[in-house]
């Protein structure tokens, strides 16, 4: 066991429960599903959307468990401890947090939310804590680390539980700063409560995840939980771009409450600044950093200006932690940042092919206004959107692509549970409002390959959507599907021609 567990009673009072059972008990785990229970262990019975997590309560009693957390009053003959709460999401997080000793409580804890750059700026901070002589951990949409040790990600922010006990083994490996994403969907599901982040870090607001959400109010609402204490102590210091206006708007907030808010920008008066930027294909990024403790200048492998914003908030997260500027330099100009991210597919012909995870009417254009900075031909766009995910984003990507394309190629993104054609008829009735020529193929191999057969000197082929993603999910199945090996396959035929 990686924690040193507490008892039911501990528990009970924390959460504000009524206990009935053993109080002495102890138990060294918490989680909510079944699969994972184990003996010892306390299970959190949520009722969800689809599912009552009641039905497995017997099952996991049996496997022994030592008792369980559920809103409703203990059945009847009921053998075992149980936890009446008022909110199972809410206990979830608070028992994992007391069972783990609060691991959070003993790291530099940065949390990062934002629409785009979420995962960029984690790779950055980590590296920065790394180039600043600290083992470090990172939670993030990509993959778990701690120090070289790495797993693939189930989601971009775990279950609080999953949270919890990855914190506390990264305490007992002796890290001392561990940075993470929070995602909107996270910390209004209680993922995120209890967790002590010494800086939280705003990346920006743009259009995504309003399935969920439903107004850019709430998604906004949700965001904001993270640095006003909603979901436990406010953060220590906020990190904050003000070119956004949600941003702009958030630090005013934090400020009128007399909380720390550093921003940062590339187009308004702030804290941290950049001067001077050049993108290249070739070079990466290079810009005078303006900081309050000095000036520096970067030359990163990131390609990009949205890269540029990414390495401002890591820097300033950086410094909030006490980090030494001339390593922050060196860190920034070491990191290549996150797989999927702008990511070129080397080849060796004269033009280049870009695999990139914008997955948003905002993150495309960002993406395409890079691409068009660094190009001398066309722009030829790869992408689709994922089913069973927020469709009012679909006509403006489309609306988008067009605007900024040279060719677009409408393609399948993750399906899902929706029917492929649908999907792309919605995109395209954004895309036909253009002048930008295009045709569909559904099958996104397929769109690969036409897409690189077509490529010219001096053209650029983006790949958006999936970026750092080893699958493709058609209906509930998920296959293994890599856009960037693909690309290396379609490089490789084209050369055989």
């Known amino acids: 066991m990686i924690s040193n567990g507490a008892t039911l009673g501990e528990i009970a009072e924390n959460l504000g429960a009524k206990i009935y059972g053993d109080a002495e008990a102890k138990a060294f785990d918490v989680t909510h599903d079944s699969r994972q229970a184990k003996a010892g262990g306390l299970f959190v019975a949520v009722r969800g959307l689809t599912m009552d997590a009641h039905r497995f309560v017997a099952d996991v009693m049996r496997r022994g468990a030592v008792g369980i957390i559920s809103e409703s009053e203990v059945p009847a003959n009921f053998q075992g401890a149980w936890l009446q709460v008022a909110n199972a999401r809410v206990a979830l997080a608070k028992a994992a947090a007391v069972i783990n000793g609060d691991p959070s409580h003993d790291l530099k804890l940065v949390g990062i939310t934002g629409t785009n750059g979420k995962t960029t700026t984690t790779y950055l901070i980590f590296a920065l804590a790394e180039a600043n002589g600290e083992k470090a951990a990172m939670l993030t949409t990509v993959e778990y680390r701690t120090g070289e040790r790495s797993e693939p990600a189930v989601r971009t922010t775990p279950e609080a539980s999953d949270t919890q006990r990855f914190l506390r083994e990264a305490v007992n490996e002796n890290c001392k700063t561990a940075v993470m994403e929070t995602s909107s969907q996270a910390i209004d599901l209680h993922r995120c409560d209890w967790l002590r982040f010494q800086v939280a870090v705003f990346t920006n607001l743009t259009r995504d995840h309003l399935d969920y959400h439903l107004t850019m109010e709430n998604y906004f609402d949700a965001k904001k939980a993270l640095f006003d204490g909603r979901i436990g102590e406010k953060p220590a210091s906020s990190v904050i771009n003000i070119d956004d206006e949600w941003g702009a708007k958030l630090a005013n907030d934090l400020k009128s409450n007399n909380q720390r808010v550093v921003t940062f920008a590339q187009n308004n008066q702030?804290?941290?600044?950049?001067?001077?930027?050049?993108?290249?294909?070739?070079?990466?990024?290079?810009?005078?950093?303006?900081?309050?403790?000095?000036?520096?200048?970067?030359?990163?492998?990131?390609?990009?200006?949205?890269?540029?914003?990414?390495?401002?908030?890591?820097?300033?997260?950086?410094?909030?932690?006490?980090?030494?500027?001339?390593?922050?330099?060196?860190?920034?100009?070491?990191?290549?940042?996150?797989?999927?991210?702008?990511?070129?597919?080397?080849?060796?012909?004269?033009?280049?092919?870009?695999?990139?995870?914008?997955?948003?009417?905002?993150?495309?254009?960002?993406?395409?206004?890079?691409a068009r900075e660094l190009t001398s031909g066309k722009i030829i766009t790869v992408f689709g959107c994922g089913g069973d995910r927020d469709r009012t984003k679909r006509e403006p990507m489309g609306a988008v692509a067009g605007e900024n394309s040279d060719l677009a190629i409408l393609t399948s993104d993750n399906p899902r549970t929706e029917d492929p054609l649908k999907i792309i008829s919605q995109i395209e009735a954004g895309l036909k409002e253009t002048n930008c020529p295009y045709f569909v193929i559904s099958d996104r191999h397929e769109a690969i390959h036409q897409a690189i057969r077509r490529a010219k000197s001096g053209d650029v082929v983006l790949i958006a959507g999936k970026g750092h993603e080893t699958y493709q999910i058609i209906g509930s199945e998920k296959f293994h599907f890599d856009d960037r090996e693909i690309a290396r396959e379609a490089l490789e035929k084209r050369d055989e021609v």
């Open 270 to 370: 702030a804290d941290l600044t950049a001067e001077n930027v050049e993108v290249s294909l070739i070079r990466g990024t290079s810009f005078d950093l303006k900081t309050p403790h000095g000036r520096r200048k970067i030359t990163s492998p990131l390609v990009g200006k949205p890269h540029v914003y990414n390495m401002l908030s890591a820097t300033a997260a950086a410094l909030e932690l006490g980090y030494d500027l001339d390593q922050i330099q060196k860190g920034l100009e070491m990191c290549v940042g996150a797989p999927g991210r702008f990511e070129r597919v080397p080849n060796d012909g004269d033009f280049a092919v870009v695999v990139d995870y914008a997955h948003s009417d905002d993150a495309l254009l960002n993406t395409l206004k890079t």
